[in-house]
């Protein structure tokens, strides 16, 4: 298996513009979580799913930000309008029932401008 | 409600100098307990985990206990090399709360010849 996979690596967009970070988790894998990563609040988790269904939004930092899990082997997070303070390191990671530990992809470092 | 703290950074030795790096913890039930490791511009990398009580993870030299009686997961390692410099997170998951990942804000380690 490839791993986590995220996309895109890198993404800098304009205040007020939408952005949308896209996660493909291993195969096999029924919990999804997005975290959130800045030097000032280290890891956050934002949201996370089990078998598509969101389990946890309580880390979501406000409604601009929203995330879906069409189906097993897709998930985004989208941020409209964003914003400056947005700009961090978004991760995406994956585990099962039966798992132990959570899978990371790369990240997608986010710049707003 | 469940909860990492970890041993503030940055930290710099070194090399062949010992590494301790502290790890405490709070949850409800019976957690697993992991250590992740994060290089420059990577995604976090699992290190190694303990799954109960007394269990001892192992992994490139470095170990950490399972500590039920202190809820501590300390991570140790005899001799540090230049290579061993990036941020270290202490993180659990308890299956019963949900399956969800905690993690501690990270420590950075700079090991310098």
């Known amino acids: 298996d490839a791993g986590v996979i995220q996309s895109p690596r890198h993404e800098v967009t304009e205040m007020g513009q939408e952005v949308t970070l896209r996660c493909k988790p291993i195969?096999?894998?029924?919990?999804l979580f997005w975290y959130r990563q800045t030097m000032m609040r280290g890891l956050e988790l934002l949201i996370y799913?089990?078998?598509?269904?969101?389990?946890?939004d309580s880390g979501m930092p406000e409604d601009r930000f929203s995330a879906k899990m069409p189906n097993a082997s897709f998930s985004t997070l989208k941020i409209q309008p964003s914003e400056p303070r947005d700009s961090a390191v978004y991760f995406c990671?994956?585990?099962?029932?039966?798992?132990?530990?959570?899978?990371f992809g790369q990240g997608t470092r986010l710049t707003v401008v | 409600g469940d909860s990492v703290t970890q041993m503030e950074g940055p930290v710099t030795l070194s090399e062949e100098a010992f590494l301790t790096i502290n790890c405490t913890y709070t949850?409800?039930?019976?957690?697993?307990l992991f250590w992740y490791v994060q290089y420059p511009g990577e995604g976090l990398q699992l290190l190694l985990k303990?799954?109960?009580?007394?269990d001892k993870g192992s992994n490139k030299g470095f170990e950490a206990t399972y500590r039920k009686e202190t809820t501590s997961f300390h991570l140790e390692k005899g001799s540090v090399q230049v290579s061993d410099s990036a941020v270290y997170f202490c993180?659990?998951?308890?299956?019963?709360?949900?399956?969800?990942?905690?993690f501690g804000t990270g420590t950075s380690l700079t090991v310098i010849p």
């Open positions: 990671a994956s585990t099962n029932v039966r798992g132990t530990e959570a899978f």
């Open positions: 195969s096999g894998h029924d919990y």
């Open positions: 799913f089990n078998n598509n269904v969101p389990i946890d």
């Open positions: 949850a409800t039930g019976y957690p697993s």
């Open positions: 303990a799954t109960k009580a007394d």
């Open positions: 993180a659990l998951s308890d299956r019963r709360t949900g399956n969800q990942f905690y």
